[in-house]
């Protein structure tokens, strides 16, 4: 196993060309002297130049080997621009990075400072601009900047020490994404709670939180996964704004049951009502929507309400 987690879980990877060129743009024949001025005008003594560039002190030495290409490297580091102004911290997130030395995922000033380093040792690595983001900038850090990075070379793993890590990472994840989720859900049924009672509305709830009100249940059967329903319906928000309204615009909407086609709050819903059949589906966030905004129209995590209209439900004939 050789998770790809690492490859998206922090500031330091980009997918800017300038991480991944074997030979530096032209841009990068830089002189550093003014790196080298701002170490001495601060008194930050005792620094080192690697011949590629790099300015680095080192705090405290580590007792371990320096690093190989192809071994992967757990360290702390904080980033921060020549003003002092902080980008970026694994200290803060409370979780230590990873990656693999040698393969181009991290700036080329971390392909280069870092095995100037022992396992175990705690420095400050000077990164000029041209082995940083050099002209492209990113993010908060502008183009042309040089960078500062506190590093706490924490340990080099094995391959098997790193399987093991990732799978523990992502095992996390998976538990904070399952907490945030249920702290998601109680937010978002306290929500519909008090918009009923406000509203003074009967509603029946499902399992799943879906709450609704069928006005018309329709004539005939209910429809089924594989079959296709045409519908008018109305969506808005908790606080009334319309984000789209097919009855207005006079467009039936139509689309195959069971095949994700549309939200799963639809998916269990139209289940209740036959041809002919109405009804207001109020939606918790997690039936909706989820954490994806809908351009400017539906916010993430919102509550969605749709009155609806079976038009029509008829089978598709399988090819």
């Given at each position: 196993m050789r998770s790809s987690f690492f490859l998206y879980c922090t500031f330091i990877l980009s997918s800017l060309p300038v991480l991944l060129l074997g030979n530096l743009p032209v841009f990068a024949q830089v002189i550093t002297g003014d790196l080298e001025t701002h170490l001495k005008k601060n008194g930050i003594q005792d620094y080192k130049k690697s011949k590629d560039g790099i300015f680095y002190t080192v705090e405290k030495e580590g007792r371990g080997e320096q690093p190989r290409l192809g071994q992967y490297i757990k360290l702390h580091y904080t980033?921060?621009?020549l003003s002092g102004h902080k980008f970026d911290s694994s200290i803060e997130r409370n979780e230590p990075f990873v990656?693999?030395?040698?393969?181009?995922?991290?700036?080329l000033g971390w392909e280069y400072g870092i095995p100037l380093l022992k396992e175990g040792s705690k420095a400050t690595l000077y990164v000029p601009s041209h082995l940083a983001y050099g002209e492209y900038g990113a993010g908060a850090i502008p183009a042309n900047a040089h960078l500062v990075f506190?590093?706490?070379?924490?340990?080099?793993?094995s391959p098997e020490g790193y399987d093991a890590y990732m799978v523990e990472l992502e095992n996390k994840e998976k538990d904070a994404f399952e907490a945030k989720k249920k702290k998601q859900r109680i937010a978002d049924r306290e929500k519909i709670k008090n918009y009923v009672a406000q509203k003074k509305l009967?509603?029946?709830?499902?399992?799943?939180?879906?709450?609704?009100?069928?006005?018309?249940?329709?004539?005939?059967?209910?429809?089924?996964d594989g079959q296709e329903l045409t519908v008018l319906f109305k969506g808005s928000l908790l606080n009334g704004k319309v984000f789209e309204d097919s009855f207005k615009a006079k467009k039936p909407f139509s689309f195959i049951l069971g095949q994700n086609e549309v939200i799963k709050g639809w998916e269990e819903g139209m289940k209740l009502l036959g041809k002919g059949g109405k009804a207001t589906f109020i939606l918790p966030s997690e039936l909706g929507y989820g954490a994806m905004p809908i351009d400017d129209l539906v916010p993430a995590y919102s509550v969605l309400i749709f009155e609806v209209e079976m038009l029509d439900i008829k089978s598709v004939e399988k090819k």
């Open positions: 980033g921060k621009l990656f693999q030395l040698g393969q181009r995922r991290v700036i506190n590093i706490d070379f924490l340990e080099i793993l009967r509603t029946k709830v499902r399992p799943s939180g879906l709450n609704y009100i069928i006005s018309d249940p329709g004539k005939g059967f209910k429809p089924k």
